[in-house]
T-cell receptor, first 114, second 109 residues
């Protein structure tokens, strides 16, 4: 247990479904992140929330929608996904975006789109 | 563009020493991180280098040369549990983490 909890661990969804991924951190961090991890590729930053500010990667399709109701919780809402969206989705948190702070990761949600 | 290069896969023997290299080209530099990720688990922090030189932490050491854009992670007295992927990441001038694709390390008895 790293202090960052993601649910569900595994998710299989059809292309017409709507689902949400949840991330919760109990570390007192004030920045949270969504990453996509595909096999043999670098981690792809999707979204960042830092001190209530959302920083968005412009290359993320609109079928992914983040929500950060407070500094401890982060959601990723999914709708009309494509098979190429199948990947491991990792949530991370950090004390702040700057300086030398590393990230604490959750164990991820393994998403399969069928 | 920004780029982090590390070998895709390496194999080593239990009890031996292995060095995993990482080269980077980024817009600015605010530190280099190494993470370990076992299959199906969260990446976990191993080391952080911001100044040139060697940082030692038990069986693991990490080296940085900023002038060469180069780092390595050195693992000594390898154990079977060290089989994992090792991720190199650099914080750029905007404090954004740029990630390598990871090195899968296979330990054989």
């Amino acid at each position: 247990e790293t202090g960052v909890t993601q649910t569900p661990r595994h998710l299989v969804m059809g292309m017409t479904n709507k689902k949400s991924l949840k991330c919760e951190q109990h570390l007192g961090h004030n920045a949270m992140y969504w990453y996509k991890q595909s096999a043999k590729k670098p981690l792809e930053l999707m979204f960042v929330y830092s001190l209530e500010e959302r920083v968005e990667n412009n290359s993320v399709p609109s079928r992914f929608s983040p929500e950060c109701p407070n500094s401890s919780h982060l959601f990723l809402h999914l709708h009309t996904l494509q098979p190429e969206d199948s990947a491991l989705y990792l949530c991370a948190s950090s004390q702040a975006r700057g300086e030398h702070y590393g990230y604490t990761f959750g164990s991820g949600t393994r998403l399969t789109v069928v | 563009g920004q780029n982090i290069d590390q070998p895709t896969e390496m194999t080593a023997t239990e009890g031996a020493i292995v060095q995993i290299n990482c080269t980077y080209q980024t817009s600015g530099f605010n530190g280099l991180f190494w993470y370990q990720q076992h299959a199906g688990e969260a990446p976990t922090f191993l080391s952080y280098n911001v100044l040139d030189g060697l940082e030692e932490k038990g069986r693991f050491s990490s080296f940085l040369s900023r002038s060469k854009g180069y780092s390595y992670l050195l693992l000594k007295e390898l154990q079977m549990k060290d089989s994992a992927s090792y991720l190199c990441a650099v914080k750029d001038s905007n404090y954004q983490l740029i990630w390598g694709a990871g090195t899968k390390l296979i330990i054989k008895p």
